[in-house]
């Protein structure tokens, strides 16, 4: 998913000549405030009397957790980029994006009051997420943390939050253990693995009822990390109610030299179906290791990561022909929801590049939780945490290829999944579920003397 | 605490007055991020004295004491999760177990001459690294979860029979002050025993040392002993500190560096300077982060960095020799003074000498 950073000095020419523009529609709206309705918000906010109302010196701040340096800061800073353009939806009046508290400046039952992200970096590391988590609680004052990309700095800056008693929105960690563990402040907008591996069983049952592929026997391949642990063991819990049997299972190394054995292995299981979760460079090893040994199964639908990276498919060209995977976000979703199609135009004008998986989740998950504070008409984290309860988004409120937002009994959102998108003529395009697919799946695999 | 007192001129005085101002500070300092800033650098304070045990006074320079920390976090907390052990008793397991530990694998390695010893370390942490990552009993690269203690009104809360504190983390602060007390008494006493002295004679110069009758690999055994039980120790609270650890936040390599950095900058071989080293070196990386980090440009990293490098290049014997030096120039003032040498042999333990 990593793309070259490029600034666009046009784009900047053109964000600084429209900004001091928009500034002034703004100021024209301002009047209206209490009565512009976001245009896509499912529920008229109605403020019960004895709410406690706007801070007082009219700014809500939030703490904003992410990996701004280290192996991650380029996702990390892309985030942040993401999460200051859902900022500016709310803070200034931008009735022509149909997002919730686009329309009219500022916070509306807040008096119109003015959201400020307070950033922190987390390093990437576990220790460094709960001491910011801690700062920001205690030295910042904010109303609420966001956060942290990766998952174990998610639980221990959670931890702070579940300590401070303050609400906590992840929007992009996906391991399932972070809403199973009940915390009663941390909330979810993103998928996590267990919801992501039903999509890609969704996929093969449908692949099945409709191109009557018969696929019913699934090879396991992940790499020996969090991820692909976790992956795996989503998977194989979930085979067993779709009637798919697991022919076996292969665990790799991370960065391996050679995979030939391990691909040997899966020739053995001959199963159907392969699934694997790896990383870049295990993803393109595996490819041409497969291609070497005349592997080939009827289809391959792999978890996300390396066969997502568009650098797999420029490394292994037409070998990559056909090879599925499920993703978070597609740049189909442009065509599909215009929605999404105009915040990526402001992105892509703020940021040199288009949105993508992490930025697209974070830009939603903090839309949530300033709805959330929204409806709370209070700073008052009980207050807060009641109404990212009451959540009730529908599928017009996301740039996601979701249904919507409501959480459930582990305050994880219900309504949030994946796409599959296969490669087809050297492009990812979407062909999983049906409403936001662009082409047909094809299936099954071209063998790999009879491509192009 | 008799011997801290003897090998520094002044007395009993500065240690008093340091220990009542530690254990006032929290009553000053009621704010949540500066505590959290004292309780880390009580935390390494203790882990590079426990560094120091090995590095400094035996001259076995460790890159993997974080395997040792490591130990102990996952000792107490695999205790605590399957067997409901309080931590106070996963504690001093975990620092037996990583004292075997590192009898153990260290037999071999101080086969090993100078450098190559030092990579050894480093590869000792990384295999056990590798090694949690991909251990299901102790839930590999997921991690464990310490579950909250909560009260009746299902919030966490205190409790130190298992602890953990979630309404104040002022008493974390005083657990790890006893913590690093005592890791600090241990120094001392090591310091002064006849096994100090064995090891700074291994350090000086290990064939003297067996020449005179010294048992090298035995005493050397019994340093990295000592020094994997201090950090194993360090490593339960740190996990009760945290509520979470994963191979990558107990094990990892910079983990290792910064513990010997902190004793490395501080002065190598002296009780005060892994203190003074925690004192400057944490304090600076969490502010830089603080003020600087938000913006994403990683400046507050080339300042951290910047001024680790000003430090080694001006004051390569420690931060424990800024002290020295002044002292010299004191006593160089009055008549007659017999410690013109400290501070000039970083390599050789500088207390000890004044007696």
Same mark, same amino acid.
């Given at each position: 998913m990593r793309r070259h950073h490029r600034w666009n000095w046009n784009a900047l020419a053109v964000v600084g000549l429209l900004a001091p523009i928009l500034t002034l529609s703004a100021g024209g709206a301002r009047g209206a405030i209490q009565d512009a309705t976001p245009a896509a918000s499912p529920v008229a906010v109605e403020c019960p009397p004895d709410a406690a109302g706007a801070p007082e010196d009219?700014?809500?701040?939030?703490?904003?957790?992410?990996?701004?340096?280290?192996?991650?800061?380029? =996702?990390?800073?892309?985030?942040?980029?993401?999460?200051?353009?859902? =900022?500016?939806?709310?803070?200034?009046?931008?009735?022509?994006?149909?997002?919730?508290?686009?329309?009219?400046?500022?916070?509306?039952?807040?008096?119109?009051?003015?959201?400020?992200?307070?950033?922190?970096?987390?390093?990437?590391?576990?220790?460094?997420?709960?001491?910011?988590?801690?700062?920001?609680?205690?030295?910042?004052?904010? =109303?609420?943390?966001?956060?942290?990309?990766?998952?174990?700095?998610?639980?221990?800056?959670?931890?702070?939050?579940?300590?401070?008693?303050?609400?906590?929105?992840?929007?992009?960690?996906?391991?399932?253990?972070?809403?199973e563990q009940g915390y009663y402040w941390f909330f979810r907008t993103s998928p996590h693995d267990g919801t992501f591996s039903e999509g890609i069983y969704d996929f093969i049952e449908s692949l099945n009822a409709n191109q009557s592929a018969g696929l019913e026997t699934v090879s396991l391949l992940y790499e020996d990390t969090d991820f692909g642990v976790n992956s795996a063991a989503a998977l194989t819990e979930q085979a067993g109610t779709r009637g798919l049997t697991i022919a076996g299972e292969v665990r790799h190394a991370t960065g391996a030299s050679s995979l030939t054995a391990e691909v040997q292995a899966l020739q053995q299981q001959a199963a159907d179906v392969l699934i694997p979760s790896s990383y870049t460079t295990d993803a393109i090893l595996t490819v041409q290791t497969a291609r070497q040994l005349g592997y080939l199964p009827q289809m391959i639908v792999a978890q996300d990561a390396g066969y997502a990276d568009p650098a797999f498919v420029e490394a292994v060209g037409a070998d990559a022909e056909g090879i599925a995977t499920r993703s978070a976000f597609s740049p189909d979703i442009f065509e599909v929801k215009p929605v999404a199609g105009q915040v990526n135009e402001l992105y892509r004008a703020a940021t040199g590049k288009d949105l993508y998986d992490v930025p697209a989740r974070g830009l939603t998950g903090m839309l949530v939780l300033l709805d959330a504070i929204n409806r709370a008409c209070s700073t008052d984290p009980e207050a807060i945490h009641q109404a990212l309860v009451d959540t009730n988004l529908g599928e017009a409120d996301t740039i996601m290829p979701w249904t919507g937002v409501t959480f459930d009994d582990n305050q994880q959102n219900e309504l949030g999944r994946g796409i599959i998108v296969q490669v087809q003529g050297g492009q990812y395009r979407t062909v999983f579920p049906p409403e936001f697919a662009v082409v047909e799946p094809v299936v099954p695999l071209a063998p790999w003397d009879q491509r192009p | 605490m008799t011997g801290f007192a003897r090998s520094r001129p002044g007395g009993w005085l500065p240690v008093a007055a340091t220990l009542s101002a530690l254990v006032v500070f929290p009553l000053v300092v009621d704010d949540g991020s500066w505590l959290n800033t004292a309780v880390l650098v009580l935390l390494y304070a203790g882990l590079a004295q426990a560094w120091n045990i090995l590095g400094g006074f035996a001259g076995q320079i460790s890159l993997g004491n974080a395997a040792f920390f490591g130990i102990g976090a996952y000792t107490s907390t695999v205790l605590l999760d399957r067997w409901n052990v309080s931590p106070w008793l996963g504690m001093p397991i975990g620092a037996v177990i990583a004292a075997g530990f590192a009898v153990a694998v260290f037999f071999p390695f101080f086969r090993l001459g100078g450098h190559y010893f030092a990579i050894a370390t480093i590869a000792l942490a990384e295999i056990l690294l590798i090694l949690f990552t991909n251990w299901a009993f102790v839930r590999g690269a997921r991690g464990m979860t310490i579950p909250f203690v909560r009260g009746p009104d299902r919030r966490p809360t205190d409790s130190w029979a298992f602890l953990q504190f979630n309404e104040s983390r002022v008493p974390y602060y005083y657990v790890v002050l006893g913590l690093a007390v005592l890791a600090v008494a241990i120094a001392i006493a090591v310091e002064r025993s006849k096994l100090g002295y064995y090891l700074r004679a291994i350090k000086n110069d290990q064939q003297a040392a067996r020449s005179l009758g010294v048992p090298v690999l035995r005493y050397k055994l019994i340093a990295v002993a000592i020094s994997a039980a201090v950090s194993a120790v360090f490593g339960t609270f740190y996990a009760q500190y945290l509520l979470f650890i994963d191979p990558e936040t107990t094990m990892r390599l910079e983990l290792s560096v910064l513990i010997a950095l902190v004793a490395i900058l501080g002065g190598v071989g002296t009780v005060v300077g892994p203190l003074l080293g925690a004192l400057v070196l944490i304090p600076l990386s969490e502010v830089t982060r603080s003020q600087l980090a938000g913006s994403g440009n990683t400046l507050d990293l080339v300042l951290y960095g910047g001024l680790i490098m000003l430090i080694a290049v001006f004051q390569p014997n420690g931060l424990v020799a800024v002290g020295d030096r002044v002292r010299r120039r004191r006593r160089a003032v009055r008549p007659a003074g017999d410690g013109a040498e400290r501070g000039d042999a970083p390599l050789v333990g500088a207390p000890g000498a004044g007696d």
């Amino acid at each position: 998913m990593r793309r070259h950073h490029r600034w666009n000095w046009n784009a900047l020419a053109v964000v600084g000549l429209l900004a001091p523009i928009l500034t002034l529609s703004a100021g024209g709206a301002r009047g209206a405030i209490q009565d512009a309705t976001p245009a896509a918000s499912p529920v008229a906010v109605e403020c019960p009397p004895d709410a406690a109302g706007a801070p007082e010196d009219g700014v809500v701040r939030v703490g904003v957790i992410l990996p701004l340096s280290g192996t991650a800061a380029t =996702v990390g800073n892309d985030e942040r980029a993401a999460l200051e353009l859902a =900022v500016e939806f709310v803070n200034e009046d931008r009735a022509e994006v149909p997002l919730p508290l686009a329309a009219g400046a500022g916070l509306p039952t807040l008096d119109g009051a003015q959201v400020e992200l307070v950033f922190a970096d987390s390093q990437g590391q576990a220790e460094v997420g709960q001491s910011e988590a801690t700062r920001l609680i205690e030295d910042e004052n904010v =109303v609420a943390l966001f956060g942290a990309y990766n998952s174990a700095v998610t639980r221990t800056a959670s931890t702070a939050a579940e300590r401070a008693g303050i609400p906590f929105l992840n929007a992009e960690s996906s391991s399932p253990d972070l809403t199973e563990q009940g915390y009663y402040w941390f909330f979810r907008t993103s998928p996590h693995d267990g919801t992501f591996s039903e999509g890609i069983y969704d996929f093969i049952e449908s692949l099945n009822a409709n191109q009557s592929a018969g696929l019913e026997t699934v090879s396991l391949l992940y790499e020996d990390t969090d991820f692909g642990v976790n992956s795996a063991a989503a998977l194989t819990e979930q085979a067993g109610t779709r009637g798919l049997t697991i022919a076996g299972e292969v665990r790799h190394a991370t960065g391996a030299s050679s995979l030939t054995a391990e691909v040997q292995a899966l020739q053995q299981q001959a199963a159907d179906v392969l699934i694997p979760s790896s990383y870049t460079t295990d993803a393109i090893l595996t490819v041409q290791t497969a291609r070497q040994l005349g592997y080939l199964p009827q289809m391959i639908v792999a978890q996300d990561a390396g066969y997502a990276d568009p650098a797999f498919v420029e490394a292994v060209g037409a070998d990559a022909e056909g090879i599925a995977t499920r993703s978070a976000f597609s740049p189909d979703i442009f065509e599909v929801k215009p929605v999404a199609g105009q915040v990526n135009e402001l992105y892509r004008a703020a940021t040199g590049k288009d949105l993508y998986d992490v930025p697209a989740r974070g830009l939603t998950g903090m839309l949530v939780l300033l709805d959330a504070i929204n409806r709370a008409c209070s700073t008052d984290p009980e207050a807060i945490h009641q109404a990212l309860v009451d959540t009730n988004l529908g599928e017009a409120d996301t740039i996601m290829p979701w249904t919507g937002v409501t959480f459930d009994d582990n305050q994880q959102n219900e309504l949030g999944r994946g796409i599959i998108v296969q490669v087809q003529g050297g492009q990812y395009r979407t062909v999983f579920p049906p409403e936001f697919a662009v082409v047909e799946p094809v299936v099954p695999l071209a063998p790999w003397d009879q491509r192009p | 605490m008799t011997g801290f007192a003897r090998s520094r001129p002044g007395g009993w005085l500065p240690v008093a007055a340091t220990l009542s101002a530690l254990v006032v500070f929290p009553l000053v300092v009621d704010d949540g991020s500066w505590l959290n800033t004292a309780v880390l650098v009580l935390l390494y304070a203790g882990l590079a004295q426990a560094w120091n045990i090995l590095g400094g006074f035996a001259g076995q320079i460790s890159l993997g004491n974080a395997a040792f920390f490591g130990i102990g976090a996952y000792t107490s907390t695999v205790l605590l999760d399957r067997w409901n052990v309080s931590p106070w008793l996963g504690m001093p397991i975990g620092a037996v177990i990583a004292a075997g530990f590192a009898v153990a694998v260290f037999f071999p390695f101080f086969r090993l001459g100078g450098h190559y010893f030092a990579i050894a370390t480093i590869a000792l942490a990384e295999i056990l690294l590798i090694l949690f990552t991909n251990w299901a009993f102790v839930r590999g690269a997921r991690g464990m979860t310490i579950p909250f203690v909560r009260g009746p009104d299902r919030r966490p809360t205190d409790s130190w029979a298992f602890l953990q504190f979630n309404e104040s983390r002022v008493p974390y602060y005083y657990v790890v002050l006893g913590l690093a007390v005592l890791a600090v008494a241990i120094a001392i006493a090591v310091e002064r025993s006849k096994l100090g002295y064995y090891l700074r004679a291994i350090k000086n110069d290990q064939q003297a040392a067996r020449s005179l009758g010294v048992p090298v690999l035995r005493y050397k055994l019994i340093a990295v002993a000592i020094s994997a039980a201090v950090s194993a120790v360090f490593g339960t609270f740190y996990a009760q500190y945290l509520l979470f650890i994963d191979p990558e936040t107990t094990m990892r390599l910079e983990l290792s560096v910064l513990i010997a950095l902190v004793a490395i900058l501080g002065g190598v071989g002296t009780v005060v300077g892994p203190l003074l080293g925690a004192l400057v070196l944490i304090p600076l990386s969490e502010v830089t982060r603080s003020q600087l980090a938000g913006s994403g440009n990683t400046l507050d990293l080339v300042l951290y960095g910047g001024l680790i490098m000003l430090i080694a290049v001006f004051q390569p014997n420690g931060l424990v020799a800024v002290g020295d030096r002044v002292r010299r120039r004191r006593r160089a003032v009055r008549p007659a003074g017999d410690g013109a040498e400290r501070g000039d042999a970083p390599l050789v333990g500088a207390p000890g000498a004044g007696d």
